[in-house]
């Protein structure tokens, strides 16, 4: 098990620098200079190239850049903020998207179980009925729908949540504001882990064990929680996780509809200004969470079910 | 004998010959003849499908969208691009809809001098329909007025589906919109499917070396985040068609590679392609004639699957401003551009919104079906 974790966490690390060598390729190979204003006076533009060893051959400055990344020194931003460690931007940003994404990913659980439970007691009767159309009206229709939706009904129309996210943290106009953007992003996981968990039990349910169970003495509404939900709530885990990373995805969008200044805004912002060390960092951000994401996932393949076997060679 | 009941002499005392005769003697005997027309695979499946009344619907709803993305922007005379500064952001308006109070094209227009309204300069005969919240500010008298804005613009034609900011038909643009997503869509759908269909077959026929390196290759692609990909795309080619689509193709195909290996895993090694081999069939015929119509329907599952997502992710670029360059719309450029004008002008929002939601179910609810219909295993299954 030890040995599989450091060999996965090795290659995670490659995949991090595979990334970085494309992302480094990609912004010096993109046709023009990264200071694109011609306004400038020739000479100033040659400094500031010899500043950032721009002018040098291209396998030196992968040098430098290699370098710099070894020693902690993932450079500055150049235009979003100016002169400012591109980490320290970032970090800015990370806690109000992390808040985000761990509320909708946390509040969507309860539900969807409860859900999938209610649709797999009920199965074919109004009640499952209900829930799987709103299953497919949920994980069908884009967040960023739903988004809009929202915003103008629940907060527009009627008034009863701020429009926009409120940029003052801490207090009950805080926390309100956060409802409607995690409402919009929990919806497509709820109706997911609902499919999900109404599939297992339904198959769980008609079980001998489940039979036995009922035989002596338990309703069917305890059989179900105590005994078939045992044998769904541990591969559910791994939807959930994987989870996170198209909750992040989502919550690009949801940020930019809210006006919430969290991690998504600042890349689009990056982009659109040409701030490549930033974009860089931003770049290493979500792939550094979608991989961990990954080997959490495989990790606990094996500690939850120790019948699959991680790793080792094929003779044991 | 003591018993000689069972000696055929009791029988000829019992049966004379004449009591047999030959049956059969002159038909000709063969197989019952099936009157029945034989049920192939998809005729069985397309059976199947039709008992799917969810599953049909959807498949009308989609037919109907792809009919206006076809027709639809020719259904008038405006251009997608056709601006007109005297028409700007006019409300939808559908005659015969008005009498329920749908798509009126009226609006109302706040905090307005009561003095102009007997204006017919400023107010138009028969433009007002209705004053409220009267007051007086400053000695100024102003009230909210809701009008009848063709009346007030002295519009003549309805725009069934309003126009947007700079005048352009909405109608025209939501379904040029729709034809673009749609296209992207399709064409990045068949291009992963294309790509998969012979990567798969490859990794999964030859086996071996030859699959390890080509998963490996696989994986590596595949811990690539999507919005990396993407972003990475963008900056090295701008925004535009083309970064989209790659974006969308790059780790779209590996799952349907995945899925052709498997199938061909689960192929290869059956009598058939024994049989085909031993009379010499060439490898690319084996694997293409002999195996792969095997695995046709998952397939086409898996493709009718990755349609909507490939719908959803254009618009999702376009919403954090990745996407087609002005002035072609594409529906998340639609919804994008209106969710600035949100709170003014919803109807901008509502249409791509419900062509988008439809899209998505549809398709999702089609797949759906599909996988029931085209599932061997429910063959007979009612």
């Known amino acids: 098990m030890i040995k599989y974790t450091v060999q996965r966490l090795f290659a995670l690390l490659l995949t991090l620098w595979v990334i970085l060598t494309i992302a480094f390729l990609v912004i010096r190979l993109m046709p023009g200079s990264i200071y694109e204003d011609t306004d400038l006076p020739p000479r100033l533009l040659e400094t500031m190239e010899a500043r950032y060893q721009l002018n040098e051959p291209m396998i030196v400055q992968y040098w430098y850049f290699v370098q710099n990344i070894a020693r902690g020194d993932w450079g500055t931003s150049i235009a979003i903020r100016v002169s400012v460690p591109v980490w320290e931007v970032l970090y800015s940003r990370i806690p109000v998207s992390l808040l985000l994404n761990l509320l909708s990913l946390f509040i969507s659980l309860p539900i969807g179980i409860l859900a999938g439970i209610l649709a797999a007691l009920f199965q074919n009767r109004r009640t499952d009925h209900a829930i ?64 999900y968990l109404r599939g297992e039990l339904i198959e769980t349910i008609s079980s001998d064990f489940m039979l036995l169970a009922r035989t002596k003495g338990l309703t069917v509404f305890q059989a179900t929680v105590r005994h078939a939900m045992r044998n769904s709530l541990l591969p559910l885990a791994n939807i959930i996780i994987p989870m996170f990373t198209s909750i992040l995805t989502g919550s690009l969008v949801i940020e930019r509809i809210f006006a919430i200044g969290g991690v998504g805004g600042l890349l689009v912002n990056s982009l659109n200004a040409n701030d490549h060390p930033l974009t860089v960092a931003i770049l290493v951000f979500y792939s550094l969470v979608s991989l961990l994401t990954i080997l959490v996932v495989d990790l606990s393949y094996g500690l939850i079910d120790p019948r699959v076997r991680v790793g080792g060679s094929k003779n044991e | 004998m003591s018993s000689d009941k069972n000696s055929p002499d009791v029988y000829d005392e019992q049966y ?66 056709e601006q007109n500064p005297d028409l700007r952001n006019m409300p939808p308006r559908i005659e015969w809809l008005r009498p329920i109070g749908i798509a009126t094209g009226n609006r109302q227009l706040e905090r307005r001098r009561v003095e102009f309204f007997e204006d017919e300069e400023r ?3 028969g433009s007002i329909i209705r004053v409220r919240n009267r007051l007086t500010v400053n000695n100024v008298e102003i009230a909210d007025v809701l009008v009848d804005y063709y009346a007030y613009r002295g519009v003549e034609h309805s725009f069934w589906f309003g126009t947007d900011y700079l005048g352009r038909d909405y109608w025209t643009r939501l379904w040029r919109g729709s034809r673009v997503s749609l296209a992207i869509a399709i064409i990045s759908v068949l291009t992963n499917l294309l790509i998969g269909i012979v990567y798969g077959a490859a990794a999964g026929y030859y086996g071996g070396t030859a699959d390890m390196i080509l998963m490996r ?6 811990a690539f985040p999507r919005v990396v990909i993407v972003t990475l795309f963008i900056l090295f080619f701008g925004t535009g068609l083309f970064s ?49 119509p095997n695995s046709v329907g998952p397939i086409i599952t898996r493709t009718m699957f990755a349609v909507p997502l490939a719908i959803f992710t254009e618009s999702f670029l376009a919403y954090i401003g990745l996407g087609l360059q002005a002035p072609e719309p594409t529906i998340g450029v639609l919804l994008s551009d209106a969710q600035a004008v949100l709170l003014n002008y919803p109807y901008q929002s509502l249409f791509p919104a419900i062509v988008i939601s439809l899209l998505m179910i549809s398709f999702n609810l089609f797949a759906n079906g599909l996988r029931d219909a085209l599932d061997p295993t429910m063959r007979g299954v009612k």
């Open chain 1, 132 to 195: 799987s159309f709103a299953v497919v009206l949920f994980v069908s229709v884009p967040s960023f729908v739903f988004a809009t939706l929202l915003q103008y009904t629940l907060a527009f129309r009627f008034g009863w949540f701020p429009i926009v996210y409120s940029t003052s943290p801490g207090g009950t106009p805080y926390w309100w504001s956060m409802i409607l953007p995690i409402t919009a992003l929990a919806l497509g996981p709820i109706a997911r882990v609902t499919r």
């Open chain 2, 16 to 81: 004379s010959a004449d009591d047999f005769e030959f049956i059969h003697a002159d038909d000709v005997l063969a197989d019952e003849d099936f009157k029945d027309p034989a049920v192939g695979y998809f005729q069985d499946a397309f059976n199947r499908f039709k008992e799917n009344r969810a599953s049909v619907a959807a498949s009308w709803i989609i037919l109907i969208i792809f009919f206006m993305a076809i027709f639809g922007p020719e259904m008038n005379d405006f251009g997608f691009n």
């Open chain 2, 123 to 125: 107010y138009p005969a």
């Open chain 2, 217 to 222: 290759i696989c994986e590596v692609i595949e």
């Open chain 2, 244 to 292: 989209i689509i790659m974006s969308l193709v790059v780790s779209g195909w590996i799952g349907t590679a995945r899925l052709v290996r498997a199938q061909f895993y689960r192929f290869k090694l059956r009598e058939f392609v024994l049989a085909a081999r031993t009379m010499g069939v060439r490898d690319s015929v084996i694997m293409f004639r002999h195996i792969f």
